[in-house]
């Protein structure tokens, strides 16, 4: 019984530590000056490590509550909000195609904008896969942008 309660407590323990770590990495590719993207953010990424390792539950519809949140800020905190979760999430099947309506009929600027961060010297702290992962998402938005008739349901 002992021995039990001893590899409880480690396994709490670890799984603590590793939710501690996770978050504090997480918490550094939070590359945004608006504060309502980072709380939106936060609630989202949690969501989704909830989902992958616990409930199993769609984190879809969170993306999209958060979205809402800050949906009448600047262009350029939606366009963060939308850049951090690209190279912070999985996107596939619906998870994309929810990611492609939420930018709308802004994929075109939403192109440009990542164009223009890959410029920017935060560009430079993301790993070669992160950065993969934006350039492929560019050239997405740069057809779509020119061809909004994609954008149908």
Known sequence: MK???TLLAAVITFSLASLFAYFIIVESKLLTQY?????ALRVV???EMRSR?????YWEN???AQYKQINGLPLDAQFDYFRILLVNMEFYGTQ???FIHM????AEKFANYLADFEKDDSYLKLSRDEQKILKEWKAEFQMIGQDKGLLAD
């Open 62 to 64: 969170t993306m999209l």
């Open 53 to 57: 390792f616990v409930t199993g539950e």
């Open 35 to 39: 504060g309502e993207v980072k709380k």
């Open 96 to 98: 994309s195609y929810d």
């Open 3 to 5: 021995l039990l309660k």
């Open 45 to 47: 990424l949690l969501s």
């Open 103 to 106: 930018v709308g009929m802004n």
